[in-house]
């Protein structure tokens, strides 16, 4: 059985094209297609050849494709020919029931499904059975994790067990390494119909170039033996129904989100890249809009096209360098083939989200609510529409019965959710191997430099035939804003540091003082004043640091703009993790000062303060009592603090310092750690050091 759906990309004048196949000793003649400019789709579809094949694969003889166009009254003009090898590929299974969940298994591989023709049922997540104490306590965290695309994004890149991806309690993207086509279980998107370059015949190309097509043919081809038993009913058609023929007018929204690893272009070993978009005679993407001085931009832009596929059917997807002085050099450039995407029936042209959300910034953008949809993919794959309950909490579907409390089992579901009937037809959609909500990696090449990567660019494409009303609201991936913080940092007493230095009476001391600032922010260095002649390494400072600095929430990094040369016309952004640096200094007169230890301080994770100064070591394990094992105490390897939802920690930290034969504690601080948004800094001012206003806490002279 062949699929002839049209043919694609053919250059020059083309009249009336059609296409030979000969295989076998038989030849099929596909109708012409009178307007290549209106419908490239050919009249007529589906074709059937009978004839004998031998059995083995080797002896099976290619397929020849030919394509003609009229020259007069005449099919004599030859415009191009392929040869089809390895049909193996295309031979298809016995005839069997077809099955919606086609493996019978998750996406996600944590759901299982009863066998075909029993009345099963899903069985729960494991890890909706055990929930996990420290999900319970961050219920605050994962309501924070939904304030934006951004959240979901970043929280999906941070969940690293297969298994939580897609869960009842977990709303996330699937992030693909590759492009959507690449992916194994997506065939390539080439499912409904394949592409098949044309070549020009009778030249050869030059050695080490390959030949140019003259253009392509959409097509597949199926291949099953005829029952062999007289008056035995022929098996199935392959084909049957096919979607319509005739260019459909879809809206496109292209979600360009970030790029990784481009290729440099300036002569400061970075770039300036912007996004351009393309498809037929529409080009969008402003110069002025890009990102300075970076290899690896987030651009969070969203580009909307109108399209008739397949006339127009070729997205492309440019990273360029910004010039003072044009033009722009292009970095590289990747081609979607959006017509692939919206015929193939694993629903690519707009992925599945893993919960139903009516509104919200995950609000369902589809133009079919997931009842339908589910209605649709059932009648495509020959099985009865689904059968729900009065409530929506159930619903049979090819011999397989589902119900909503299997999937939303152990924490209350979402206030945004929708009713339970769409919630439960998701579910079920996202058991039957169809494209998730996702982001694809996709390779940018120039053709400049053939063959050599360009860098990557994470994005992703939704794709809505105008003939289903309208779709949803677009997602708004607009990049966050850093947010305005202060640190405040109260240096009570030192303890146990180092002695370096002998006074005239050979008593070792040291005159201390300590010195921090932020990492990224060495010009926000600030330090004590000096606690001089310290006999014991003990002193007391009480003196307050003050650093601003801005955050991103989402990627939980600080942001850093700063000129990187006096020449400089932008600001280079850099991010890096909130890292509070704090070194114990040995004041001298006459030589450079000792570094006594140093204490690096995560924000996010956040070692737990000791108590007291006899409990603070640099590990538990340092303890004098550790070893006994009716002294070890839980306590001592609780989780770290994340400052940012703790907002305050007091209490005594280990100092370090780098030796020879490893590290070694070499000092004791005690602290008061404060975090304040800008404007609550605003509200409570304190100063610097002891100067004015000196409250929250107030410092005394020591």
Not at 44 to 72: K, M, Q
Not at 403 to 420: D, Q, T, Y
Request: glycine residues 8%; negative net charge; aromatic residues 8%.
């Amino acid at each position: 059985q062949v699929l002839a759906w049209g043919l694609r990309g053919l250059r020059g004048a083309v009249r009336e094209p059609r296409l030979e196949l000969h295989w076998g000793g038989q030849s099929l003649w596909t109708p012409p297609i009178k307007d290549m400019a209106t419908n490239p789709n050919f009249p007529s579809n589906a074709f059937v050849l009978t004839l004998a094949l031998p059995e083995e694969e080797r002896f099976v003889p290619p397929i020849r494709l030919r394509l003609w166009d009229r020259a007069g009254t005449e099919w004599r003009l030859l415009l191009g020919r392929a040869s089809v090898r390895a049909l193996g590929r295309y031979r298809c299974p016995p005839p069997r029931q077809e099955r919606l969940l086609g493996s019978g298994t998750a996406r996600n591989g944590s759901h299982t499904v009863g066998h075909q023709g029993h009345q099963g049922h899903l069985s729960p997540p494991a890890s909706a059975l055990h929930q996990d104490k420290e999900d319970e306590e961050d219920e605050d965290e994962e309501e924070e994790e939904e304030k934006d695309w951004w959240s979901k994004f970043y929280a999906s890149m941070e969940d690293k067990d297969p298994q939580s991806w897609g869960g009842a309690n977990r709303d996330r993207i699937k992030i693909y390494g590759c492009e959507l086509e690449a992916v194994p279980e997506f065939e390539g998107l080439q499912d409904f119909c394949q592409t098949f370059p044309l070549y020009k015949p009778g030249r050869s190309p030059l050695p080490g170039h390959d030949p140019e097509p003259v253009g392509s043919f959409k097509g597949l081809f199926r291949i099953y033996p005829e029952p062999e038993e007289p008056g035995a009913a022929p098996p199935p058609r392959c084909f049957q129904p096919l979607p319509p023929s005739q260019p459909q007018e879809c809206l496109v929204r292209v979600y360009v989100v970030r790029a990784l690893e481009l290729s440099p272009h300036d002569v400061s070993g970075l770039s300036d890249p912007y996004v351009r978009v393309s498809l037929g005679k529409r080009t969008l993407g402003q110069r002025d809009q890009y990102v300075p001085n970076s290899l690896e931009p987030v651009f969070g832009r969203m580009f909307e096209l109108t399209a008739t596929i397949p006339l127009e059917k070729d997205l492309r997807v440019t990273i360029m360098d910004h010039d003072k002085v044009p033009p722009d050099q292009e970095i590289g450039s990747t081609t979607i083939d959006l017509e692939d995407r919206l015929l193939s029936h694993f629903r690519a042209h707009c992925g599945l989200p893993a919960q139903y959300r009516p509104v919200g910034p995950s609000g369902w953008r589809d133009q079919l609510c997931p009842s339908r949809a589910l209605e649709l993919l059932s009648s495509r794959r020959g099985l009865p529409a689904p059968l729900f309950n009065p409530q929506g909490t159930a619903l049979t579907l090819g011999g397989q019965s589902f119900e909503l409390r299997h999937f939303e089992r152990g924490h209350p579901p979402s206030r945004h959710l929708g009713v339970p009937r769409e919630r439960l037809a998701l579910h079920v959609l996202n058991l039957c191997e169809l494209v998730p909500e996702h982001l694809e990696t996709r390779s940018l090449q120039n053709s400049a430099r053939p063959g050599l990567e360009q860098g990557k660019v994470q994005m992703w494409v939704d794709i809505f035939p105008t003939s289903l009303g309208p779709p949803g609201p677009p997602v708004n991936i607009d990049p966050r804003k850093a947010e305005g913080y202060e640190l405040r940092c109260v240096v009570w007493r030192v303890r146990d540091t180092d002695l370096r230095d002998v006074n005239l009476l050979g008593q070792r001391m040291s005159d201390i003082y300590v010195a921090g600032w932020l990492d990224g922010l060495p010009e926000q260095r600030q330090q004590t004043d000096i606690h001089y002649r310290s006999l014991d390494g003990n002193g007391a400072f009480n003196w307050r640091f003050v650093f601003p600095f801005e955050f991103l929430s989402a990627e939980k990094l600080c942001a850093i703009r700063r000129k990187e040369h006096v020449w400089s016309l932008d600001e280079t952004l850099l991010k890096v993790p909130p890292k509070l640096i704090l070194q114990v200094w040995d004041n001298d007169k006459f030589k450079a000062d000792d570094l006594l230890g140093v204490l690096e301080l995560e924000l996010i994770q956040l070692r737990r303060p000791a108590p007291s100064a006899r409990l603070c070591w640099a590990t538990p394990q340092d303890l004098p009592w550790f070893s006994w094992p009716w002294c070890r105490a839980p306590v001592l390897a609780r989780s770290p603090l994340n400052l940012f939802r703790r907002r305050r920690a007091r209490g005594w930290w280990p100092c370090i310092v780098q030796e020879d034969s490893g590290q070694r504690l070499s000092g004791k601080l005690e602290l008061t750690l404060e975090l304040l948004t800008a404007q609550e800094a605003e509200e409570r001012p304190v100063g610097k050091g002891r100067e004015e206003p000196n409250k929250h806490p107030t410092l005394p002279e020591p």
